[in-house]
């Protein structure tokens, strides 16, 4: 069924018009979306290591490359609140993955004062007497109030014996270090300095377990 509208005057409909457009233009216009925050690629940077003194070794070390859990095999910082969930920063990450920062960490700050005759990576296809290899198991910001932090490091380290074909010992590290800022890159900073400490003690580890 059909409903007849009843004919207007042209210039009714014109004052109609007019009204309609008048109030879309006194209505609020939507608000322009805000300008994206760029993301912040972060490194670890590790102080000065303190000098250990160590005999030296007519051996050769072969540095295979970090490897990490699966969870840190990308460039997500993570952080959490005083809790089991792990959340992850929006506008903060790492340059690289974390286990390559800190595998370029080790062959810049710590490979050039281990007493061995050198250290080799495996692609270079040196003969070598032992292999270190280091698993990153853990690297997250813990948030325990609302301006301190403590960043988590956590590293599994084992050496073999090449010649032998067998394990001589392995070790885990771990570190709890105060972040100086309750932010991403405080957290950062914490992490170079807990790889810092893990540094040192790999330093001693390897003196004790490799004579």
């Not at 809790?83 to 810049?108: K, T």
């Not at 495996?122 to 292999?131: C, F, M, N, S, T």
């Amino acid at each position: 069924m059909m409903i007849s509208m009843p004919c207007l005057p042209h210039r009714m409909i014109l004052v109609i018009v007019g009204i309609a457009l008048l109030s879309t233009a006194c209505s609020p216009l939507p608000s322009l979306p805000a300008q994206p925050q760029a993301m912040t690629l972060l490194t670890i940077d590790v102080p000065a290591l303190l000098p250990v003194q160590m005999p030296s070794k007519e051996s050769v070390l072969q540095f295979n490359h970090v490897e990490a859990v699966a969870a840190l095999r990308n460039t997500h910082m993570l952080y959490r609140r005083r809790g089991p969930v792990m959340n992850r920063y929006a506008y903060h990450r790492w340059l690289v993955m974390p286990a390559e920062l800190i595998d370029q960490a080790f062959m810049q700050s710590l490979a050039p004062q281990l007493p061995y005759t050198t250290v080799v990576r495996p692609e270079q296809g040196l003969v070598a007497d032992y292999a270190l290899s280091l698993v990153l198991l853990k690297l997250e910001q813990e948030f325990v109030s609302g301006d301190r932090s403590l960043e988590h490091l956590e590293m599994q380290a084992q050496l073999m014996d090449l010649d032998r074909h067998r394990v001589i010992a392995s070790h885990l590290f771990s570190y709890r270090e105060v972040a100086p800022k309750a932010t991403a890159v405080g957290g950062a900073m914490a992490a170079g300095i807990a790889l810092g400490h893990l540094f040192n003690d790999l330093q001693i580890w390897l003196s004790e377990v490799d004579h």
